[in-house]
């Protein structure tokens, strides 16, 4: 069944121009890409996205990381895409990522890590909706 992902290639991604590669990846696995936008990421959007670490002491970190450079937001479409997202970008901490993995290859740790993706089919269309207007994804 066809599901939609967020993806969020965060600063490293963007500033160390692994977009192509990672972006190669993803439509070499079949996925579709139906929205995607450069941005600069606000306090509001962060706090929202982040809200379920929006009040630990490492939150601060992540906003000042997340704001460090413009992300590129996409919507990502495919059967089992969110399962088969995260398989293919390893755990969030890149040291323990395997090789072969986007983290593994290309992260850093556990905030520099490449790409964020949406974890559920509900928390899918929830950051979808959140970063993306309607107009803006594209069925082709």
Do not use: W
């Not at 439509?27 to 606000?42: D, H, T, Y």
């Amino acid at each position: 069944m066809a599901e939609r992902t967020l993806i969020l290639f965060k600063p490293d991604c963007v500033t160390k121009s692994h977009v192509g590669e990672v972006l190669a990846r993803y439509e070499a696995a079949g996925f579709a890409v139906r929205g995607i936008k450069m941005m600069r990421l606000s306090d509001e959007i962060l706090e929202e996205h982040y809200s379920h670490v929006a009040d630990k002491p490492f939150f601060p970190n992540i906003a000042a990381f997340m704001q460090s450079a413009p992300v590129i937001a996409m919507v990502l479409e495919g059967d089992d895409v969110i399962g088969k997202v995260r398989g293919m970008l390893g755990p969030t901490n890149s040291e323990e990522a395997e090789a072969g993995t986007i983290r593994g290859d290309l992260g850093e740790d556990m905030m520099i890590n490449v790409c964020h993706a949406s974890d559920s089919p509900e928390n899918g269309e929830i950051e979808v909706n959140r970063f993306f207007d309607e107009s803006e994804i594209f069925d082709y």
